[in-house]
């Protein structure tokens, strides 16, 4: 088992030969797949934004749900708040947060939602 699975599962049964489950619902994630999005998410400018989906399309990933996991589990360090669901709407519990950055980088917002079509970062890869 590879130690980032351990860190975050260290008595998961499901965290098993290099992988780590992340639920039911959600299919498997490797070490190598968490540092893909960290460092796409890592590399989306100043000013623009992405989704989920479009970094797990990027990366491979069956579903973007998998994206939210590890931006819920590995992303203090990064521009999290660069990274919002397809309808540009942030998460309700981050709304407030997450606008005034946005805001603050020049990303257009109208009626609480990101205006996509003005700022949507070209995710390479997809």
């Given amino acids: 088992m590879n130690t980032w699975c351990r860190s975050l599962l260290p008595s998961s049964p499901r965290a098993r030969f290099g992988r780590c489950s992340i639920g039911p619902d959600v299919?498997?994630?490797?070490e190598d797949e968490v540092e893909q999005v960290?460092?796409?998410?890592?590399?989306?400018?100043?000013?623009q934004v992405t989704t989920y989906g479009d970094l797990a399309a990027a990366v491979g990933l069956s579903s973007p749900r998998i994206v939210g996991w590890i931006m819920r589990t590995d992303s203090a360090d990064l521009p999290w708040h660069r990274v919002i669901s397809a309808s540009g709407r942030p998460a309700a519990h981050l709304a407030g947060r997450q606008l005034e950055r946005l805001l603050g980088e020049g990303v257009p917002v109208r009626d609480g939602k990101v205006v996509l079509r003005e700022c949507r970062w070209d995710v390479p890869g997809r």
């Fill in 27 to 30: 299919a498997s994630v490797t």
């Fill in 38 to 47: 960290r460092a796409l998410v890592a590399a989306i400018p100043v000013g």
